[in-house]
């Protein structure tokens, strides 16, 4: 009979028909009289046996074609039989095939020594061919899947997406850390946030949201930092600071939950990260000043070895240690206004501090940085000065204090420390397709 074409992941209902896949020799055990390849197409695994008249000629083939070679199957789908386990529950016994490409044998080979204990610097070098690995892989295919649950909870919450433009002219997190660039002869700058793009769509669209690129020429070699990495924006209009935090949660919660429940995703997650379970609601929140105390009370030390005290910009280790100690999510909120960018809020009566918070997870430690923002045309402009921000760039966004002024707030969720979080990987470099950050650009 001829052969249904199926993707690996779609053969269950295709059980005792013939059928036909490609893909790659994930692996190849050949002993006597008989083939086992374990086939992978990107889209699952797949089992397969190569024996009889097909073993004859194989045999000879697979000698010459080693570990990648892209191959064309054809065979009868069967249900292993029980005791035995095989991806997906099935075997392909397979009657014809075709070698599409082989890759090489002998010291060509591709080789599974691109483990865990490679040089870091080797795997990096290496990483177009590290992510065919299964746990690279794996990580790869829950952020696809975490990409969708975003989009679904914010579509949940009523929020419209916009991509906002990567070339801008202005600074969002401070001028230390833009890559800056030639725009036919006027400076520019790859962008370190879309939030002032997002605050100007509120009066056009409603809450909005953007998952794009963010870039940041960032100097420290840390596990938790990337020059280029995916972040996920939303703003929203017409709220307090405690209906913001709450819609924060919200948001977090409802992702990691249509994460839990999705076919692709979960056993993914629980295979990458066993231990993982979702986080109690509600959220512990801690404020900055009560952190300080936390830390000297505990004897989680600064950079320098030296105790804690208020306008202190808390340390990634520091910050890390006591999120660990917690082991749970916290919203650190109210940070100094010393800290803090020029657009956030002040709390009413108390300038000193900003309605501000940082979302702390186990592991990572900030995976959300995110405020209410100025809605007053002087306080903004006294912003700017604060800083020493030329105003004139930023016209644009002035302009929305002038022009219908609304009450709002946003965050930035970084994807790839999210990911880490939620698949416990021990650094976010793991949780891109290529990764760029210090003097890294390739591959
Ligand atoms: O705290 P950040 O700098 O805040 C902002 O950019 C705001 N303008 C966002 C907003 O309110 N719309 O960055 C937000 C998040 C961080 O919490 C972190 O998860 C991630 O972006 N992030 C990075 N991730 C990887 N590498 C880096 N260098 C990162 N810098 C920030
Ligand atoms: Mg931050």
Request: charged residues 25%; proline residues 6%; aromatic residues 10%.
């Amino acid at each position: 009979p001829a052969a249904v074409e199926s993707k690996i992941c779609a053969l269950e209902p295709l059980r005792e028909k013939r059928v036909k896949v490609y893909g790659w020799v994930h692996r190849l055990r050949n002993q006597k009289g008989i083939i086992f390849i374990v086939l992978r197409d990107g889209t699952g695994y797949l089992q397969a046996v190569l024996t009889g008249d097909v073993y004859e000629k194989a045999n000879y083939e697979f000698l010459t074609a080693g570990p990648e070679s892209a191959i064309e199957l054809r065979g009868t789908l069967k249900p292993v039989p029980e005791g035995k386990s095989a991806p997906g529950g099935h075997e392909l016994v397979v009657d014809y095939y075709t070698i599409v490409h082989a890759a090489p044998i002998g010291e060509e080979a591709f080789t599974n020594q691109l483990n865990a204990e490679a040089d870091p610097s080797v795997l990096l070098d290496q990483r177009h061919l590290v992510i065919r690995g299964e746990t690279a892989s794996a990580v790869l295919k829950v952020r696809a899947r975490a990409l969708r649950a975003v989009r679904d909870t914010y579509e949940a919450l009523h929020l419209t997406e916009v991509t906002p433009p990567c070339m801008v002219q202005t600074q969002v997190e401070g001028g230390s850390t833009l890559f800056k660039l030639d725009y036919y002869g006027q400076p520019a700058y790859l962008t370190q946030s879309s939030q002032l793009y997002l605050e100007a769509s509120l009066p056009a669209l409603g809450d909005v949201f953007c998952i794009q690129e963010s870039f940041r020429a960032e100097k420290s070699l840390t596990r938790r930092h990337l020059s280029e990495y995916t972040h996920v924006e939303a703003e929203l209009v017409f709220l307090d600071f405690e209906t913001y935090l709450q819609h924060l949660e919200e948001f977090i919660c409802q992702t990691v939950e249509r994460l839990l429940a999705d076919p692709v995703a979960a056993p993914l997650i629980k295979q990458l990260n066993p231990g993982f379970k979702m986080p109690e609601r509600p959220f512990m929140r801690l404020k900055y000043a009560d952190a300080i105390k936390y830390l000297n009370e505990h004897n989680i030390l600064d950079g320098e070895g030296k105790q804690h005290k208020f306008g202190d910009d808390i340390a990634e280790a520091a910050e890390r240690k006591m999120t660990d100690q917690i082991n749970r999510p916290i919203f650190l909120t109210y940070f100094p206004t010393e800290l803090k960018a020029f657009y956030m809020k002040r709390v009413p009566g108390h300038p000193e501090i900003t309605e501000s918070v940082d979302v702390l997870m186990p592991n990572v430690g900030e995976i959300v940085g995110g405020s209410m923002r100025i809605d007053d045309m002087d306080e903004l402009l006294a912003g700017y000065k604060r800083e020493g921000i030329d105003p004139s760039p930023y016209y644009w966004f002035t302009d929305q204090r002038k022009y219908g002024s609304a009450p709002h707030g946003g965050y930035g969720l970084g994807l790839e420390r999210f990911l880490a979080w939620l698949l416990n990987r021990y650094t976010v470099r793991e949780c891109c397709l290529f990764p760029r950050f210090t003097e890294r650009c390739k591959p």
